[in-house]
């Protein structure tokens, strides 16, 4: 079984950061889907690739929505991607915030060690593709290939100053999922 985890804001839906109300998304009405990425969903779910979605959302421990409304959205996510042929294995989410020094919140590999143990993943055998400078540390600290999109958080230019830099850069999830299935990222 061949697993690939995935970022969930910036990668396959529209990063919240600075036109929602307090830059996460709280509810439905503020989950758009990124353009390719339900592509990019289907193409994995086709060549039998399992995603496990990881994801921080601290929101929850600030108090800005509910543990209940991520699985709301989380249950229409995933109903959504069904529905145009993709499917999420599992997907694993940090409720805390930076303050709560907690081990699952990424750059730390928490959520990445639960999935991998969970799923008997060997994360040197997988891709971690997330939009940010924390994905690419989480997955570099697990081993994993780390593939950086241009889709949410983080410019080309910015990786030169990170400390750990992503194996590949793309501009979107689309992207990414057609060079890995094209075998161009052994």
Same mark, same amino acid.
């Given at each position: ?7 969930? &804001?910036?990668?396959?839906? %529209?990063?919240? @950061? ?8 709280? &509810? ?6 990124? #353009? @390719? ?9 086709? %060549?039998?690739? %399992? ?6 959302? @601290?929101?929850?421990? =600030? ?31 940090? #409720? ?21 143990? %969970?799923?008997?993943?060997? #994360?040197? =055998? +997988?891709?971690?593709?997330? /939009?940010?400078?924390? &994905?690419? $540390?989480?997955? =570099?600290? $697990?081993?994993? =290939? ?5 889709? @949410? ?5 910015? +990786?030169?100053?990170?400390? /750990?830099? #992503? &194996? ?6 689309? /992207? ?11």
């Amino acid at each position: 079984m061949r697993y690939l985890f995935i970022d969930r &804001d910036g990668v396959i839906n %529209k990063d919240p @950061g600075g036109w929602t109300e307090h830059d996460y998304i709280t &509810d439905w009405k503020d989950f758009h889907f990124l #353009p @390719g990425a339900l592509e990019a969903l289907r193409i994995l779910n086709e %060549k039998d690739i %399992k995603v496990i979605i990881v994801s921080n959302q @601290g929101g929850i421990s =600030k108090g800005l929505f509910t543990k209940d409304k991520l699985d709301e959205i989380n249950t229409m996510m995933v109903k959504k991607i069904r529905e145009n042929g993709g499917d999420v294995e599992e997907s694993f989410y940090c #409720p805390h915030s930076s303050a709560d020094n907690c081990n699952c919140r990424k750059p730390l590999p928490g959520m990445l060690e639960m999935a991998s143990k %969970k799923y008997s993943i060997d #994360p040197k =055998k +997988t891709y971690f593709i997330g /939009d940010d400078k924390r &994905d690419i $540390m989480a997955g =570099k600290s $697990m081993g994993c =290939k780390t593939v950086l999109v241009l889709s @949410g958080k983080s410019s080309s230019q910015e +990786t030169s100053e990170w400390q /750990d830099k #992503p &194996d590949y850069i793309f501009d979107n999830l689309l /992207d990414a999922v057609n060079s890995i299935i094209k075998g161009d990222l052994l």
